[in-house]
């Protein structure tokens, strides 16, 4: 019972941490899962989890890992946008949530593609277009890597209580 409760603790708490990755960049969140996971499959064995599974939980973290950088890059470049613009996003982003939390994030994510592409040359329209394209990749990565984590959730939480 006791090795239950510390693990359902150490499973939220890092649950709650992956979640707060997924939503501000830079900090690492299915990738924190994966590693823990990895110690317990690897050393602990408390989870009991299954080989199988544990190349789908590993395949899984990848693909964020790569998606991440894809799905914003995706949305700029899909609109015409340039690295600079993408570059802009992702500073934009950081700077947005360290001055304004959620909403700041967002809007310097527009705002930092918008720049970028203003600094590349771009009309105010093209940029403000493709700074939408880039809204839309960094809401594609995050859904994305939502559903990943509600996977390692489910996964995490059966392992424990089964």
């Known amino acids: 019972m006791t090795t239950t409760i510390v693990l359902t603790l150490i499973a939220i708490l890092a649950l709650v941490f992956a979640l707060i990755g997924i939503i ?26 299954s080989g199988r599974t544990m190349i789908i939980l590993s395949v899984a973290a990848a693909f964020t890992v790569v998606g991440d950088y894809v799905t914003t890059s995706m949305g700029v470049k899909k609109r015409g946008g340039s690295t600079l613009g993408a570059f802009g996003s992702v500073v934009g982003l950081i700077v947005g949530l360290a001055l304004f939390q959620i909403p700041g994030m967002l809007i310097g994510c527009f705002l930092g593609a918008m720049a970028g592409e203003l600094l590349k040359g771009k009309e105010i329209n093209k940029a403000a277009n493709i700074a939408v394209g880039a809204l839309f990749g960094y809401a594609a990565s995050a859904a994305i890597q939502f559903a990943i984590w509600g996977m390692y959730a489910a996964v995490i939480f059966y392992h424990i209580y089964s």
């Open 24 to 49: 501000i960049p830079g900090l690492p969140s299915i990738q924190a899962l994966w590693v823990l996971v990895a110690i317990d499959y690897w050393f602990l064995g408390y989870l009991e989890i």
